[in-house]
């Protein structure tokens, strides 16, 4: 099993539409969780951080956090072509008592106009 | 305001061949990383130093050296490269070690014939 798990795509919705994008995790230990935006040939850039079990909104993105089930997800609001790119899911895990940060291998999204 | 500057952008070597990529931050950052990004596998960690005068190996260290100068500066250093090392590398700094979002450079697009 893979610590970050990601489904790579790609996703594709209509413009205006909600973009739900999930990612699970192995560490039960692991307390901070992040997501980036990478668009093509470009380098990762950071969207949101959670740390708190629940819900965490910031503009168009809400970031969702259930430690239980092990998994994180990011939904985006009302779509638009430009947030067409790869999603990375980030984690830090606790493993090993080594602190290190690990990424999914990333969902395409396509956001159609 | 550069934030994390990495040399050079693009870079071909042969086999065998060794090369130094540079890696600045203008942050007043503690913690740097090195990471590898391959089709289909995400980022992987290579090396990482939590505080000047400290390095550690991260996921896949094999065939790779790092230097951390100064607190400013963080080195990866291929001491003879293999074509397993195609692939783009970006340099990342944060504030601290843990808990913290990273701040990426632009890359380096290296291939090894």
């Known amino acids: 099993q893979k610590e970050v798990e990601q489904n790579s795509g790609p996703l594709s919705v209509p413009e205006g539409a909600i973009a739900s994008l999930n990612c699970t995790y192995s560490?039960?230990?692991?307390?901070?969780f992040f997501w980036y935006r990478q668009y093509s040939g470009k380098s990762p850039e950071l969207i949101m951080f959670i740390y708190s079990n629940g819900d965490k909104e910031d503009g168009r993105f809400t970031a969702q956090l259930n430690k239980a089930s092990q998994y994180v997800s990011l939904l985006i609001r009302d779509s638009q072509p430009s947030d067409s790119a790869t999603y990375l899911c980030a984690v830090n895990l606790l493993a090993l008592r080594i602190n290190k940060l690990v990424f999914g291998a990333g969902t395409i999204l396509r956001v159609k106009s | 305001n550069a934030g994390v500057t990495q040399t050079p952008k693009f870079q071909v070597l042969k086999t065998g061949q060794s090369m130094t990529l540079q890696c600045a931050q203008d942050?007043?950052?503690?913690?740097m990383y090195w990471y590898r990004q391959d089709p289909g596998m995400g980022l992987r960690l290579i090396y990482y130093?939590?505080?000047?005068?400290?390095?550690d190996k991260g996921e896949v260290p094999n065939g790779y050296n790092v230097s951390r100068l100064n607190k400013r500066e963080f080195s990866l250093r291929l001491e003879s490269a293999a074509p397993s090392q195609t692939s783009v590398y970006f340099c990342?700094?944060?504030?601290?070690?843990?808990?913290?979002?990273?701040?990426f450079g632009n890359g380096t697009r290296l291939t090894v014939t």
């Open positions: 990342a700094s944060t504030d601290r070690i843990y808990n913290s979002p990273l701040h």
């Open positions: 942050m007043n950052h503690n913690s």
């Open positions: 560490d039960r230990g692991s307390q901070s």
């Open positions: 130093s939590a505080s000047e005068g400290t390095t």
